[in-house]
């Protein structure tokens, strides 16, 4: 659909795929993916998408806030302000929340051409913290629970509250940290149905102290998403993040192999490391 490609082997138990992707196709779009993650595809989409010659626009339905995925807000508020630094410009909406595993939910995405992104470069400690708010999301239907997660939490924060939304099918609580800073933001999330709230809490809290004291501003999984843009971007492109998790080191031999860059990391104070984009000839 995007990218008019030929596809062989897609069956099951196959050995062998391939994957020839021909043009980019621009335009609107509307996808439905059960209760797969809604900002899991719009990062899949956006790196040939922003190289398109005319904008697009698209209606995804899914799960928008659920767990081993970026959350709406982390993608709206975190994700796609990072890439504002490369020229990349997508503005996205949140129409209806939809959790995971039940889906429901639904948003909007505008992603303006970019052929040529400039250098990512987010290398230092920017701006100050402004505010830091906890938000747990639930349902009528679960309005108990929401409350004894915003009373675990709430003493961490500026600015605590719980918000109760409808329609939709999940009877969940979704628990959220929010660093709003000057310049760059942090967003950590946790499902919060299963595990004791205090526990949430304290893990929550410490994953929002690890990020304010290590001084690097691009957390554990910020830097995860931002190698495919980096890479686009091209050398010069530069991050300052905290320790890199196994994820980082997987995805960069991947990214190596079909790119014409190569990624150097370099020590950096408290554990954290400068990820940079560095020219490399890609073999015969």
């Given at each position: 659909m995007i990218s008019n490609a030929t596809v062989e082997g897609a069956f099951l138990r196959s050995s062998e795929l391939s994957f020839s992707p021909g043009?980019?196709?621009?335009?609107?779009?509307?996808?439905?993916?059960?209760?797969?993650?809604?900002s899991l595809l719009l990062q899949t989409l956006l790196p040939a998408l922003c190289r398109a010659d005319s904008p697009s626009t698209f209606r995804i339905r899914g799960s928008t806030h659920g767990r081993g995925s970026p959350p709406f807000d982390f993608l709206e508020r975190v994700y796609l302000r990072a890439l504002q630094r490369a020229g990349i410009s997508v503005k996205v909406r949140l129409l209806k929340m939809g959790f995971l595993p039940d889906g429901?939910?639904?948003?909007?995405?505008e992603i303006q051409p970019c052929r040529q992104p400039s250098p990512l470069v987010l290398d230092r400690p920017e701006g100050i913290v402004e505010n830091i708010l906890v938000r747990v999301l639930t349902k009528e239907a679960n309005l108990k629970r929401a409350r004894q997660l915003l009373n675990a939490i709430a003493p961490f924060a500026?600015?605590?509250?719980?918000?109760?939304?409808e329609p939709g099918p999940s009877s969940k609580a979704f628990c959220m940290v929010e660093i709003a800073g000057s310049h760059v933001s942090e967003i950590l999330s946790c499902p919060g149905i299963t595990k004791p709230p205090r526990r949430i809490?304290?893990?929550?809290?410490?994953?929002?102290?690890?990020?304010?004291?290590?001084g690097a501003p691009v957390g554990h999984h910020l830097a995860n998403q931002?190698?495919?843009?980096?890479?686009?971007?091209?050398?010069?492109?530069?991050?300052?993040?905290?320790?890199?998790?196994?994820?980082?080191?997987?995805?960069?031999?991947?990214?190596?192999?079909?790119?014409?860059?190569?990624?150097?990391?370099?020590?950096?104070?408290r554990g954290c490391k400068f990820i940079s984009v560095l020219p490399r000839t890609l073999p015969m």
């Open positions: 043009e980019v196709q621009p335009g609107s779009h509307q996808i439905s993916i059960g209760c797969a993650s809604t429901g939910g639904e948003i909007t995405a500026d600015d605590a509250r719980y918000e109760v939304f809490a304290k893990g929550l809290s410490n994953l929002a102290l690890d990020w304010l004291n290590c931002l190698l495919v843009p980096m890479a686009l971007a091209g050398p010069g492109s530069r991050i300052l993040a905290m320790k890199p998790d196994r994820r980082v080191h997987i995805a960069i031999p991947i990214i190596e192999a079909f790119l014409p860059v190569k990624f150097e990391l370099t020590p950096a104070p």
